[in-house]
Structures are given as structure tokens and as C-alpha cells.
């Protein structure tokens, strides 16, 4: 996984151009899901599958207290 902060994973998101398709709170729960079922992967470095989920575990609550276009006027400079 190359992603490593929450910019990161905003730019993807606006990079992937979904637009009104598939909200930034959508996006972040599938992407956790995909994280934890490779997880159970035994080749994979799990050490990073856990960094990316707790960046989108970040960025969650930080959707819950600011709301989705904040976030992503906050770090989609």
C-alpha cells in the first residue's frame, strides 16, 4: 500500500473522479473492508494494511465532526 496520510487518500479518492456516484464516507468503508479481508492474507505486510486503516479510521471521525465537504476542501488543495 502506497497511500500514507490523509492527503493522500483524499487525492485518491478525487483522482479516481467518481463524483457525485460514490460519497468520500462510501469510498473510505470500502476501502476499509478491502483492507481487513487482506489482513487475513499471510503474505501481505500487515503492518501497513494497519497504518492504512487507521488513516481512514482518521479520516472518518473526522468526517463525523467536520462533515465530507470540509474534508475534502481541507486536504483536496
Known amino acids: 500500500m502506497g497511500i500514507r496520510s490523509n492527503s493522500e487518500y483524499i487525492k485518491f479518492y478525487l483522482n479516481l473522479d467518481m463524483g ?29 494494511i494497519s ?10 471521525k473526522e468526517i463525523n465532526e467536520m462533515g465530507e465537504k470540509e474534508v475534502l476542501e481541507k486536504y483536496g488543495k
Open 51 to 60: 497504518e492504512g486503516i487507521e488513516i481512514l479510521n482518521s479520516l472518518t
Open 20 to 48: 457525485e456516484t460514490v460519497s468520500l464516507s462510501s469510498f473510505i468503508n470500502n476501502e476499509k473492508r478491502t483492507l481487513k479481508g487482506k489482513l487475513e492474507n499471510k503474505n501481505l505486510n500487515k503492518e501497513r
